[in-house]
């Protein structure tokens, strides 16, 4: 299957810090990526839903001046957590997808994760 | 009402136990449905896409009830190792847009 990377794995920070996830398609080229958080025992959260070239869509309740995504190519999307606080700690997950002909959706192909601790 | 729902389980079975997961969504309009995987503290992996004819691999079975607007995951002869939870996919097509279940937590014991 395609692979998606995210980079870092894991971070940690000072609050009111910024921090950068990445997420990058490493075989094919995504047309849409999308943004997760998950806390602890919780399900997958869809924070945003991100197509090159274009603005990022958010979901409702997510603030899109904190989380800032940028999707510069179509393997790459990277995701700011502005002014980090305490409550913004979290499992961050990034997927990609592809748009297949007749306007179907591949399978998202899902990142191995960023984990999130604001001190 | 919520696009996906699953029953968050969990389903604690004995090995070698067949278990049954299904998933009810909303919109008549979805085209693409999956199961995903997801074990603790670890991105979702995809099971298997469901297809209208129903679909199997190894031991898991995949059905989709277009009529009832339901898919379901059969599986049999439980390991240890599947023990996880299990996502509920479904896509809008067009709409490019995924829509997921809660999950449905699998303990399999010995």
């Known amino acids: 299957g395609a692979v998606v990377s995210q980079h870092p794995s894991r971070v940690i920070c000072k609050s009111g810090t910024s921090v950068k996830i990445e997420c990058r398609s490493l075989d094919f080229q995504a047309t849409t990526m999308f943004w997760y958080r998950q806390f602890p025992k919780q399900s997958l959260m869809l924070m945003a839903t991100?197509?090159?070239?274009?603005?990022?869509?958010?979901e409702q309740g997510v603030e899109k001046d904190k989380f800032l995504i940028n999707h510069a190519s179509l393997t790459l999307s990277t995701l700011t957590v502005t002014s980090a606080h305490p409550e913004d700690s979290s499992f961050y997950i990034c997927?990609?997808?592809?748009?297949?002909?007749?306007?179907?959706?591949?399978?998202?192909?899902f990142g191995p994760g960023t984990r999130l601790t604001v001190l | 009402r919520k696009e996906v729902e699953q029953d968050p389980g969990p389903f604690n079975v004995p090995e070698g136990a067949t278990v049954a997961f299904n998933c009810t969504y909303s919109n008549s309009a979805s085209q693409s449905f999956f199961w995903y995987r997801q074990d603790c503290r670890k991105e979702p992996k995809l099971l298997m896409s469901v297809y209208s004819s129903g679909n199997e691999d190894g031991r898991f079975t995949a059905q989709l009830n277009r009529a009832s607007q339901y898919i379901s995951l059969l599986i049999r002869d439980s390991k240890l190792s599947d023990s996880a939870t299990y996502l509920c996919?479904?896509?809008?097509?067009?709409?490019?847009?995924?829509?997921f279940g809660s999950g449905t937590k699998l303990n399999v014991k010995p």
């Open positions: 991100s197509n090159e070239g274009s603005k990022a869509t958010y």
């Open positions: 997927s990609a997808t592809a748009e297949l002909a007749g306007g179907f959706y591949n399978e998202q192909f």
């Open positions: 996919v479904v896509n809008l097509g067009n709409f490019n847009k995924f829509y």
